[in-house]
């Protein structure tokens, strides 16, 4: 099932309307429509806050669709792209990212 299948099912089922979670987005009714209609582009940033209004877990929704995903921070982004630079300037050789799912292993050979 798509994540925003999902996630219109879960507020259905919580009883809890479009105009409700679009004050929450600050957004009007009508794009939150347009969203779970997939007319727009549902954002990193609103479907975070979504599931925070909805109490679930983001990556309960992510686990089960057919493709794999990561939720990254700018942060994140900023050390992903830092270590690429030095991986690809041969200054790091083996690379192991840890995260609560597991590790990770790169060895540049």
Same mark, same amino acid.
């Given at each position: 099932?798509?994540?925003? &299948?999902?996630?219109?099912?879960?507020?259905?089922?919580?009883?809890?309307?479009?105009?409700?979670?679009?004050?929450?987005? $600050?957004?009007?009714?009508?794009?939150?429509?347009?969203? &779970?209609?997939?007319?727009?582009?549902?954002?990193? &940033? $609103?479907?975070?806050? !979504?599931?925070?209004?909805?109490?679930?877990?983001?990556?309960?929704?992510?686990?089960?669709?057919? &493709?794999?995903?990561?939720?990254?921070?700018?942060?994140?982004?900023?050390?992903?792209?830092?270590?690429?630079?030095?991986?690809?300037?041969?200054? !790091?050789?083996?690379?192991?990212? $840890?995260? $609560?799912?597991?590790?990770?292993?790169?060895?540049?050979?």
């Amino acid at each position: 099932m798509k994540v925003i &299948e999902s996630l219109k099912l879960i507020r259905e089922s919580k009883k809890i309307t479009r105009d409700q979670i679009s004050k929450y987005l $600050n957004i009007s009714s009508g794009t939150f429509r347009d969203i &779970e209609n997939e007319r727009i582009r549902l954002t990193l &940033e $609103n479907f975070l806050l !979504i599931c925070k209004f909805l109490e679930i877990s983001p990556m309960e929704l992510l686990k089960d669709d057919d &493709e794999h995903y990561i939720l990254l921070t700018t942060q994140d982004i900023k050390a992903l792209n830092e270590l690429t630079t030095k991986i690809n300037n041969q200054q !790091i050789n083996k690379v192991n990212i $840890n995260d $609560n799912h597991g590790i990770i292993n790169f060895d540049k050979k």
